[in-house]
């Protein structure tokens, strides 16, 4: 374990747990047994989820399953006593959604595939890009037949009974993304933006703040961004109907230096009621703040947060401390006591390395984050050279332990 001592509290570090292993990274390589995920479960247990051995990381297809297919574990492994040891999964353990203010559980749609229409060819795009594939931007409103109702979920612990849902989206100049794939054009669906490519944060008044990125057309002006461009929308009805907040656009300036733009964006509440936000902006730079005083519907100017920063997640806990965690390259974990986000002590570097091979990289640096009680959180990460039984290096889900102790 390992302490780091502050001002006004202490966070301590445990030692890694393994979680699930699986074969080498000359074996693998990128995609298989990484970006964990942790969801407690109805059973009162915790879930600790990464991709499984097939897995390929291709923004253009998704695991959707149809309604009518089995059923299938998620793949990962379950805790029962806080994250010190895991099991295989049950049929039981049933994750939990977004516990909202009513006690029911909110989800959002599930991945769906990327597809193909004839009736795309009627159309022209507003703009084309060239990055890691062809890419075609159209206005929605301009497409009538482009399906803008995703279906969601809301589950009732009192009754034991889901609702499924089509959810309304009222947002302004929405983008339809088509990409140039060796299948054909591939249109992305709207359950990318309303599903996996975002972040739901509920609020005690029963406000639902959900936060995505993606370029295309600005909401507010329809101008074409060619930089990545965060999104905010709310729902006032537990997912039913969304309407457009605010947004949060890159400069378009920074085409030079080769970073994708705001994206990957993490909301939390903080203890002074304001709302913090930490959005990548690529591989190896930097990542970002920025900050809201009127429940998102306006941002600060966005500041560095880091060096780095994928996938930034965060954690206020009830003691009043905030938990980020980020990386790539690295492994890094933040803490704050302060109640508006905007002064944080000194990151924790969690000691993944950056290349443990030529070309293999020591984890994904993905992380997440998930409270245990008042003072304790989980973090899981991956490491790609963690020494398995027979002392083999293999790509490996990692839980530890933070605590955090007020002075």
């Keep these: 374990m390992k302490t780091y001592t502050f001002d006004q509290y202490t966070l301590s570090v445990g030692e890694p747990v393994p979680v699930l292993s699986g074969g080498t990274w000359q074996e693998f390589g990128w995609g298989p047994y990484q970006f964990p995920g942790l969801r407690n479960t109805r059973n009162g247990h915790i879930l600790c989820t990464c991709t499984g051995p097939a897995a390929v990381d291709d923004i253009d297809g998704y695991e959707g399953q149809n309604d009518d297919a089995e059923v299938r574990l998620p793949f990962g492994r379950v805790s029962e006593d806080g994250g010190a040891t895991w099991r295989e999964v049950r049929a039981e353990d049933v994750p939990m959604g977004v516990v909202m203010a009513n ?7 599930a991945p769906k595939n990327a597809f193909t229409a004839p009736w795309l060819d009627k159309y022209e795009p507003v703009f084309t890009s060239e ?16 399906p803008r109702t995703p279906e969601a979920e809301e589950y009732d612990p009192v009754t034991g009974q889901t609702e499924r849902f089509r959810m309304e989206v009222e947002w302004p100049n929405l ?15 709207m359950e990318m933006l309303m599903g996996g490519m975002g972040f ?13 990125y993606g370029n295309g057309c600005s909401a507010e002006t329809g101008k074409p961004m060619r930089m990545y461009t965060v999104t905010v929308l709310r729902s006032d009805d537990c997912g039913r109907h969304w309407k457009y907040l605010s947004e949060i656009t890159t400069p378009q300036d920074w085409v030079v230096r080769n970073c994708e733009g705001y994206c990957e964006p993490c909301m939390t509440r903080m203890p002074d009621g304001s709302v913090i936000m930490l959005m990548r902006t690529s591989s190896g730079q930097p990542s970002y ?22 996938l930034p997640k965060l954690l206020t806990l009830k003691c009043g401390v905030t938990l980020a965690s980020y990386g790539r390259p690295g492994v890094f974990l933040r803490s704050t006591n302060d109640p508006s986000g905007l002064v944080w002590d000194k990151p924790a570097d969690l000691e993944i390395p ?15 984050l998930l409270p245990l009680d008042d003072t304790t959180a989980l973090l899981a990460y991956s490491h790609f050279c963690w020494p398995n039984e027979d002392g083999a290096p293999v790509k490996t889900i990692l839980v530890r332990k933070i605590r955090v102790e007020k002075k």
């Design 103 to 109: 006690g029911r559980e909110y989800f959002s749609p």
């Design 131 to 146: 990055s890691w594939r062809k890419i075609e931007y159209f206005r929605a409103d301009d497409i009538p037949e482009f």
């Design 175 to 189: 983008t339809v993304l088509v990409s140039h794939h060796p299948k054909g054009r591939l249109i992305f669906p």
């Design 200 to 212: 739901t944060m509920p609020d005690p008044d029963g406000t639902l703040y959900f936060c995505t």
């Design 289 to 310: 703040l920025t900050r809201s005083t009127d429940n998102c519907e306006t941002w600060s100017e966005p500041v560095v947060f880091d060096k780095v920063g994928v």
């Design 354 to 368: 950056d290349e443990f091979l030529p070309g293999a990289p020591g984890s994904c640096c993905y992380t997440s």
